[in-house]
Nanobody, 130 residues
Framework: VQLVASGGGLVQAGESLRLSCAASGFTFADYAVGWFRQVPGKEREGISVLSINDGETYYTDSVKGRFTVSNDNAETTVYLQMNNLKPEDTAVYYC????????????????????????WGQGTQVTVSS
């Protein structure tokens, strides 16, 4: 199992980036895939999650209206389109997946974040300059 997040970079405030989360050796079918970010010295936070089977999404207030999560038809890659980036979006971004339970997606996102069974691949750095 490999999970690779990519697409980060250095941009100016107001610009856009698209992150990718690629699965190797499996597909995301039947799972929920979340995006998370972490700033040095702070806890990792969940910002968005996508339920692959039905396309349901959830976003935290800090990114709602600016970020969009989607997946490819093969269900092996999940994207995070980030528009109107702000300096406070600067962080290392990670993706991770978990079982799509019947709970509301914001709870699924938190479960993925807190579970000791969650597999965390390497993250991708996003830096937004003012």
């Amino acid at each position: 199992v490999q999970l690779v997040a990519s697409g980060g970079g250095l941009v100016q405030a107001g610009e856009s980036l698209r992150l990718s989360c690629a699965a190797s050796g499996f597909t995301f079918a039947d799972y929920a895939v979340g995006w998370f970010r972490q700033v040095p010295g702070k806890e990792r936070e969940g910002i968005s999650v996508l339920s692959i089977n039905d396309g349901e999404t959830y976003y935290t207030d800090s990114v709602k209206g600016r970020f969009t999560v989607s997946n490819d038809n093969a269900e092996t890659t999940v994207y995070l389109q980030m528009n109107n980036l702000k300096p406070e979006d600067t962080a290392v971004y990670y993706c991770a997946f978990g079982f799509r339970s019947s709970e509301p997606l914001h709870k699924v996102l938190r479960t993925i974040l807190l579970s000791d069974r969650t597999f965390w691949g390497q993250g991708t750095q996003v830096t937004v300059s003012s």
